[in-house]
């Protein structure tokens, strides 16, 4: 009897604490839904916020008011889009037209039960569940074809928090229409992106800030790669999928929300261009110039629109000692620099490690300026230069 009676005193303790555990689920939820909007130390976006305390940044909490668009929310897109939900980013405009695959599963996003929904809408989903503070937009469309492509346009000059341009756009596209594509919006908009990428045997890959007019754009050289020293002959195969690490795609991605935070929130130096070997762990690092004879006519205007703005000098007074330093010069011995600049032949300078995708035939008729042009006018169409990607 007396085991039953303690048997009956622990079935009501137990009763006593589930009812405390239900009446609390309440509280803990409606603290869940507001945790990113408050700064405090139980707010796990705190530590976010804590970059500002030590000096990094100088005003974190400005990046609820900044939006950034992704173009291409696949293996670098969708780790990008978390990577910037998670740091507090005020809205997300995402940009797609594929469907979530079973395929798509060595990702670090992507879940079993979303095959078959668009990508843009798996993501967004997702990533509210994450930090429901984050205004999402998700367009399911081809940004290549000619209505989407105005569209695409309208959207990234209007679509910020305050109704104007967003601030970045972001390209994490899989192949070189969409670049091209992207390319062109930024140029005619005069706007700031981010062009990513993951090579085929997902060993390397790189990503490249483009400002038009002041950096060569994505048409003004031929795309650059990191130098992987394995023939790429080998993976270009009619019914063979490209490779695809979640590791590589996760360092890409990691890179490019880095610069991106960098430059939103103005601290460090955000990197024109850095690639990543992940069979040597090689990161190489360099800016381009943009060429002067681009095809893309806008960016040509942009190089003349940057070319004409004043350059800001600091004064400084320099007070000139007319003394001679040696009054006695009895031997006439004097000084000559007999090291000449070199003249700068073209604005294609590649680090060791970098190389292009394919050339551009040089075409002779057009001249080059005093500047010498990087890469001459190309005859070959857009077709053409794919094709002649493809068969690499």
């Not at 997902?202 to 795309?223: K, L, M, N, R, Y």
Request: proline content about 4%.
């Amino acid at each position: 009897m007396a085991n039953i009676e303690e048997l009956k005193k622990k079935i009501v303790e137990l009763e006593a604490k589930l009812k405390v555990a239900q009446g609390n689920v309440g509280p803990v939820r409606e603290k869940i839904d507001v945790m990113s909007s408050e700064v405090v130390d139980s707010n796990p976006y705190s530590r976010l916020m804590a970059l500002k305390r030590m000096g990094i940044v100088d005003n974190y909490e400005k990046i609820r008011e900044l939006s950034v668009a992704v173009v291409g929310v696949g293996g670098v897109g969708s780790v990008t889009a978390e990577m910037l939900t998670r740091c507090g980013i005020g809205k997300l405009i995402l940009f797609d037209y594929d469907k979530v695959e079973l395929a798509n599963m060595n990702r670090l996003f992507f879940q079993p039960h979303q095959a078959g929904l668009s990508k843009v809408d798996a993501a967004a989903g997702t990533l509210q569940s994450i930090n429901p503070d984050v205004a999402i937009d998700a367009y399911n469309y081809n940004i290549t074809t000619v209505d989407n492509f105005q569209n695409f346009c309208d959207t990234i000059s209007t679509s910020s928090l305050t109704g104007g341009p967003v601030d970045l756009v972001l390209s994490c596209v899989d192949n070189f229409e969409a670049r091209m594509a992207i390319n062109t919006a930024c140029n005619e908009l005069n706007q700031r992106w981010f062009e990513s990428g993951v090579s085929e045997n997902a060993v390397s890959g790189h990503i490249q800030f483009i400002v038009p007019g002041e950096t060569a754009c994505f048409a003004c050289a031929p795309p650059l790669v990191v130098a992987s020293k394995i023939d790429e002959k080998t993976l270009k195969r009619e019914g063979v999928c490209a490779a695809s690490l979640p590791t590589t795609m996760g360092i890409v991605a990691g890179f490019l929300v880095q610069n991106t935070l960098k430059y939103l929130l103005n601290f460090g130096n955000v990197s024109h261009y850095l690639g990543y070997s992940a069979l040597t762990d090689f990161f190489p690092t360099m800016a381009l110039k943009p060429n002067p004879q681009c095809d893309d006519s806008f960016c040509r205007q942009r190089q003349t629109e940057f070319k004409a703005k004043p350059v800001v000098e600091l004064a400084t007074e320099v007070k000139e000692d007319s003394t001679p330093i040696h009054a006695d010069n009895e031997w006439g011995i004097s000084l000559v620099d007999e090291n000449t600049p070199e003249e700068e032949t073209s604005n294609l300078k590649l680090v060791d490690g970098v190389q292009v995708a394919y050339s551009i035939p040089v075409d002779n008729s057009t001249p080059e300026t005093s500047s010498g042009g990087a890469v001459a006018a190309s005859e070959l169409s857009l077709e053409e230069l794919m094709q002649q990607m493809k068969s690499m």
